[in-house]
């Protein structure tokens, strides 16, 4: 009988020792309100599906799934779900986070999966593994957020076959449609500090291996246009050879073929470094150095290109990102001619046959 008593109270002992624990992890983890301070600290709205389900044993886990909206309406998910547990032990809070579909203004991250852990005394994100589908291309990274002291998020990882062009045209950040690039990275390193998006821009830094491939948009009429141009200044208007053959070596070898890129990007302080970003079609090469600011979104930067390791002809790109302007050098001087446009975006723009067009009047 007193086995039985001391039973009936021990379970009685544990089941009101257990009742303290779960009222105290509600108050401690509670999921409506953790998502309501950050909702409030990040401009951002949850719509939770459900319940969240909780278990107790062998660990503490929470499950629930969210719809998930920016306010200022840069990204969005119509269903992300969220998983975290803590064992019963000091250690941090592992999370799982999962996503079919999340969308960044209109570029769309598919199967985004990010699994990580989080310290609360020390508010430092550990994130193991990021990885997920952009188009054709995928991702695969690793990092870090300190909250506390610092304030700084470092990634570390991998980029394969990134259509360069699709992620510019779906960030609104540009629409490219006479160079398709499609872009890897093998190890990239990227840091910056938290904050708004100014702070964040000018505190970027990172290296970026480069490697991939390119290529030019071009039509039969121009490829037949470039040769007639070529035939055109060789004979009547040599002061426009440099502008001949910086066209015909875009349109003759790198156009509608893939050509390979290689290089390195150094990101100081949010600006865009290069030395050598190359690009190679067997003989003919075509070399980018130079600087992208993107806090001011202007580039300062050199084309050189050369066939079979002569340099041909010179450009100089300026402008933003949305409108370069790509101007050929003549004896390392900008071309100053206000008859003939020496852009050869502006050239593209405007159509071979019309720069024709314009030298044959020049010639009368």
Request: charged share 20%.
């Amino acid at each position: 009988m007193k086995i039985i008593k001391f039973f009936i109270f021990f379970f009685i002992i544990l089941f009101i020792i257990g009742a303290i624990i779960f009222y105290s992890l509600s108050k401690t983890y509670n999921i409506e309100k953790i998502i309501h301070e950050i909702e409030l600290q990040n401009n951002i709205t949850f719509e939770l599906k459900g319940n969240p389900k909780w278990e107790l044993f062998p660990e503490i886990q929470a499950d629930f799934s969210s719809k998930i909206t920016d306010n200022s309406k840069q990204f969005y998910s119509k269903n992300i779900n969220f998983t975290f547990n803590q064992p019963y032990q000091f250690v941090p809070i592992n999370f799982i986070i999962d996503s079919p579909s999340f969308l960044i203004r209109n570029l769309e991250i598919r199967f985004l999966d990010m699994l990580g852990n989080y310290t609360i005394n020390k508010k430092f994100i550990n994130m193991q593994n990021i990885e997920g589908k952009i188009g054709e291309g995928n991702f695969n990274s690793n990092g870090t957020i300190d909250l506390l002291d610092e304030k700084k998020i470092i990634l570390n990882g991998d980029i394969k076959n990134i259509d360069f062009n699709q992620l510019l045209q779906d960030l609104d950040f540009a629409d490219w449609k006479r160079i398709k690039l499609k872009l890897s990275s093998n190890n990239f390193l990227i840091s910056s500090k938290l904050g708004d998006a100014s702070s964040f821009l000018n505190n970027l830094q990172g290296v970026i291996p480069i490697t991939g491939n390119m290529y030019f948009v071009t039509t039969e009429e121009e490829r037949f246009g470039i040769a007639f141009l070529n035939l055109l200044v060789e004979q009547l208007l040599p002061d426009y050879k440099k502008l001949g053959k910086s066209l015909s070596q875009i349109v003759n070898n790198f156009s509608d073929a893939p050509a390979i890129i290689e290089g390195e990007l150094i990101i100081s302080n949010g600006k865009i470094h290069t030395t050598d970003l190359h690009v190679k079609n067997n003989d003919n090469r075509i070399n980018l150095k130079g600087s992208y600011d993107i806090p001011s979104d202007f580039f300062d930067a050199q084309i050189f290109f050369f066939e079979t390791e002569e340099l041909i002809v010179e450009a100089v790109i300026s402008g933003s990102l949305k409108n370069p302007s790509i101007q050929i050098i003549n004896e390392n001087n900008l071309i100053d001619d206000t008859q003939i446009n020496n852009d050869l975006k502006k050239v593209f723009e405007d159509g071979i046959n019309t720069l024709i067009e314009k030298l044959l009047n020049l010639n009368e």
